[in-house]
């Protein structure tokens, strides 16, 4: 006995309707855009990091530059601008486009003042770094005689 396949009858036939196909294109590709602004996201955050991971390099390098230097040296020089140095002066590679600013205020040791006077025995060095969008980190640091 032979059997003949019959097209199902009824209200489906099988497979998707059109609704269902439109609906599932929709959700996937609302995940997709959702996964390439969080990428999008990462990348930025990262790019931030790494400029303040430098700012925290230069900042250092400004300190160590102070503690190579004698106290009167440093309130001699005053202020102080650099673009990307180490703490011996020489330019760092792929780091020119940072600030670094040195500020120098001198005070009374005893009750942390203000000092203006003759022969300062102790100051409060301030680093600050800088990139292209503003400022990026600032430490500050009290250096004596």
């Known amino acids: 006995m032979k059997y003949a396949i019959r097209p199902r009858t009824g209200a489906r036939a099988g497979g998707f309707t059109l609704v269902e196909v439109t609906f599932s294109i929709v959700i ?5 855009v959702s996964l390439m602004m ?24 400004l300190r160590s530059m102070t503690d190579q230097t004698e106290f009167d040296d440093i309130i001699n020089d005053g202020n102080q601008t650099f ?3 180490d703490a011996d002066g020489n330019a760092i590679p792929g780091l020119g ?7 120098i205020q001198t005070i009374n040791p ?21 990139g292209t969008e503003g400022q990026l980190l600032q430490i500050s640091w009290l250096r004596v005689k």
Request: glycine fraction near 8%.
């Open 28 to 32: 996937v590709g609302v995940a997709i």
């Open 38 to 61: 969080l990428f999008a996201a990462g990348t930025t955050v990262n790019s931030f990091g790494n400029k303040l991971s430098s700012a925290v390099f230069l900042a250092d390098q």
């Open 110 to 130: 005893e009750d942390m003042t203000v000092y203006v006077g003759p022969d300062p025995t102790a100051a409060i060095l301030t680093a600050s770094v800088s």
């Open 83 to 85: 673009s990307g140095v």
């Open 97 to 103: 486009s940072f600030q670094q600013d040195l500020t």
